[in-house]
């Protein structure tokens, strides 16, 4: 097909078809649109399946809703009768005590086991899977098998306490001031290897030239660690940091299973508190308050690391 | 000026974030529903092996439903629990199915287990899922008209086997209506070890409380202590205390249901009393849920402990291979409750029957409920539980039901001493909070812990009831 101009030459003009699929291309072509439709279906995902409930358990916690009743608005009075509960403020300390030891546990545990697994070691393929059972075995099952360690009756850490001589053993969840750490252990072993793997992952993706040129420059292991290592495994430390203790303060199954939130609430967190109240007394209103109240908390971790990461890029 | 771009890491890291905060904010009150979380009604109460039962044949019910008649087509689904008896279980597969046959009605029989909870509250919520469930006792006032109304069957029920016993009707009746139809009741005995009293110097088991700590005492002594369940066990936790609390003249609420009267000399005496006895029991009942006491009177590392008949009824059907429950079955038997300054109560596990009243089959769930208490189903349904659940039902005394082994007889007494929760009040949303928060089974621990004065742990429980009571 061609066109006359208005100088009288002949131009070949493209086929519509085509002239269409170039715009798009070139305009596909711009980082910042495709980047949006790459990311659309995820975004699709996230407002349906993640905004829509927690848009609807904020609602919910401004409602005096019980199951099988209508939602009637009683504005802010859930959060202040929960805030007033003396068993609250329990679950709240308890939570924050729970997610502080658990992560400060888990991320050096975890930082050491990826430096471990990153040197060349005899049978490093199997130590890397065998380091992620732990995490990869159902929550509950894992709690019931720490059960049998912690066992009222008969623990098997106490039989093993007692018969290397060292004591009658430790009242894991009889005691209510042990009660806590004990259930602490237990996410400490079950999410370090999260820690573990992610870390390996970032420490493998450092080029080796950076430690070649460190060594060469006269490096010991600490300096290259201390210079190389850990500003570069940084980024995915402050990640990983962040999703877990958004998994840690939110644990229900591990505390359920093995405690109930006994002996007297001493393992009473904010999740099993809300287990509680919004299915053993229906009142769905006040659940959705009490597990409401982990935002304010997560929220400053998450805005704290997400800028420190957006600082440390533009830098 | 730069314009601003998305790089990929600070995308991922942003998306990564966004996605995880309000995941784990707002599945806090419904993540624990897809967990492995124990059931709060409709499970047994009681968590022990299979037990040995007797095998009677249940004949196919007599429902008002005529084969090929309005039931033709419809369906009906039963959610319920798992019987720590199977043979129970096998039972009300056959009913279904043959009132299925009879009927040609579709019905089925669903155990969610774990999931029990968080389904019925589905059901009532979507009104999809389900026609009919077992629930607990506090469920009928948790749902009230959500639930179908029953009173007709409860009527035709009461006359045919003799009335139902009060426990059943403080459960089951919400505002003047029968929100649901009492199951029954698993009777929680004191199961002691007769070989080990009498090493105490103990010939039988004590009558009243206070006899009941000088034998822990006694039993301290020897090394064979007794245990009382003060951990958030969901079954035992209850069935244990609460007789502690009414045997001695104490009360949750006034009649009304919504006067909280827990605070009462009757309530610190009952506090003093447990006080007094933890000293000789064993410590680690502190945190036993519902399989520790099983397991601890078992290995007979405890002289005694509460429980329904399970324990037993596992032993003996193991007894003929294994000689270590052979012989703890020939020493060991069932006690009542001591009999307190107030009288002798128990605190039994209850499950109800109810039909959703969004469910499109009334039909279908009346005929169901029909056959359930037809005496050609109800009686050998009994018999082969040899008591583990007994429905209150008066007549059911005249029956066939029990049990010809002696060591279960007192189970039949048991049956009759049972107390709804709440009392005097109903079983309101308020008591059904404080069980789910283990506030009356905390009052006691905090205070034989020394974590609190018997006065203190007293106001601090009536506190909890009286925040409850104030959302009545």
């Known amino acids: ?315 | 000026m730069q314009p601003a771009s998305v790089s990929r890491r600070r995308l991922i890291g942003l998306i990564a974030a966004a996605s995880a905060l309000p995941l784990a904010v707002a599945c806090g009150a419904t993540a624990p529903a897809a967990t492995s979380v124990p059931a709060k009604a409709a499970e047994a109460p009681k968590p022990a092996e299979a037990a040995k039962p007797a095998q009677p044949a249940a004949a196919p019910p007599a429902t008002s439903a005529k084969p090929g008649g309005s039931l033709a087509g419809t369906k009906l689904t039963i959610l319920t629990g798992n019987s720590f008896v199977p043979a129970q279980d096998k039972l009300v597969d056959n009913m279904v199915a043959d009132l299925g046959q009879q009927t040609g009605m579709d019905a089925k029989v669903e155990r969610p287990g774990a999931q029990m909870a968080a389904k019925i509250a589905t059901i009532i919520e979507s009104g999809a899922g389900g026609d009919i469930a077992i629930m607990a006792d506090t469920d009928p006032f948790l749902y009230g008209d959500k639930l179908a109304d029953v009173s007709e069957i409860a009527s035709e029920i009461d006359k045919a086997w003799g009335g139902w016993y009060d426990v059943a009707k403080q459960s089951c009746i919400v505002d003047g209506k029968w929100r649901a139809l009492s199951v029954g009741h698993a009777p929680c005995a004191w199961n002691y070890r007769t070989d080990m009293f009498k090493a105490a110097g103990i010939d039988k088991f004590p009558d009243t409380f206070d006899e009941l700590t000088e034998a822990a005492a006694k039993l301290h002594a020897k090394g064979t202590p007794m245990g009382m369940t003060l951990g958030h066990a969901g079954g035992d936790g209850r069935s244990t205390n609460y007789p502690v609390l009414w045997a001695h003249g104490g009360k949750e609420f006034q009649k009304d249901g919504r006067t909280v009267a827990l605070e009462s000399p009757e309530t610190l005496k009952s506090i003093e009393w447990y006080v007094k006895i933890f000293k000789y029991l064993d410590p680690a009942s502190l945190a036993w849920l519902d399989p520790d006491n099983n397991q601890a009177f078992l290995a007979g590392k405890v002289s005694a402990m509460t429980n329904v008949n399970t324990v037993y009824l596992a032993a003996r059907d193991a007894a003929a291979t294994d000689p270590e429950k052979k012989k703890l079955i020939e020493n060991m038997d069932h006690a009542n409750w001591p009999s307190g300054p107030a009288g002798r109560v128990a605190s039994h596990n209850i499950n109800l029957w109810a039909g959703f009243g969004n469910s499109k089959n009334r039909d279908g769930q009346f005929a169901f409920f029909r056959g359930w208490f037809d005496k050609k189903f109800l009686v050998p349904y009994t018999k082969v539980g040899q008591s583990y659940f007994i429905p209150p039902l008066a007549d059911i005394e005249k029956e066939d039901a029990w049990p010809d082994d002696p060591k279960l007889k007192i189970f039949r007494e048991l049956n009759k001493i049972n107390r709804v929760i709440g009392w005097e009040g109903p079983p309101t949303r308020a008591v059904a909070e404080m069980v789910s928060k283990f506030v009356l089974v905390d009052m006691y621990a905090q205070a034989v812990t020394g974590k609190m004065t018997p006065t203190e742990a007293m106001k601090w429980a009536a506190n909890e009831y009286k925040q409850a009571a104030a959302k009545l």
């Open chain 1, 1 to 315: 097909m061609s066109t006359e101009t208005a100088s009288g030459h002949h131009l070949s003009t493209p086929h519509p078809a085509l002239s269409t699929r170039n715009r798009l291309s070139s305009w596909l072509d711009r980082e910042d649109v495709l980047g949006y439709i790459l990311v659309a279906p995820v975004a699709l995902v996230v407002l349906g399946f993640l905004a829509y409930p927690f848009g609807l358990a904020l609602w919910l916690s401004l409602t005096d809703k019980v199951i099988g009743g209508d939602a009637h608005y009683v504005g802010l009075q859930n959060y202040e009768r929960i805030w007033q509960n003396g068993i609250f403020q329990g679950a709240v300390r308890n939570t924050l005590i729970f997610t502080a030891s658990s992560i400060a546990a888990k991320l050096p545990i975890g930082f050491a086991l990826a430096l471990l697994l990153n040197e060349k070691i005899r049978f490093r393929k199997a130590f890397r899977s065998a380091v992620l059972l732990p995490w990869i075995i159902p929550t509950v099952l894992s709690a019931m098998a720490w059960l049998w360690l912690y066992n009222p009756n008969f623990s098997i850490l106490n039989y093993v306490i007692a018969n290397l001589g060292l004591g009658r053993g430790i009242r894991w969840l009889t005691d209510p001031n042990i009660a806590l750490f004990s259930v602490v252990l237990v996410n400490v072993w079950r999410g370090t290897p999260f820690y573990a793997i992610t870390l390996l992952a970032g420490m493998q993706a450092i080029p080796n030239e950076l430690y070649e040129a460190t060594s060469i420059d006269g490096a010991n292991r600490w300096q290259r660690f201390r210079h190389v290592t850990l500003p570069l495994v940084m980024p995915i430390m402050l990640i990983t940091l962040l999703l877990s203790t958004i998994g840690t303060f939110s644990d229900f199954a591990t505390i359920y299973s093995i405690t109930g939130g006994g002996p007297m609430n001493a393992t009473q967190v904010i999740s099993t508190y809300s287990y509680g109240t919004a299915l053993g007394a229906g009142r769905m209103g006040e659940g959705a308050a009490i597990s409401l109240t982990m935002f304010p908390f997560l929220m400053v971790m998450m805005i704290w690391e997400i800028r420190w990461l957006m600082k440390r890029q533009s830098a």
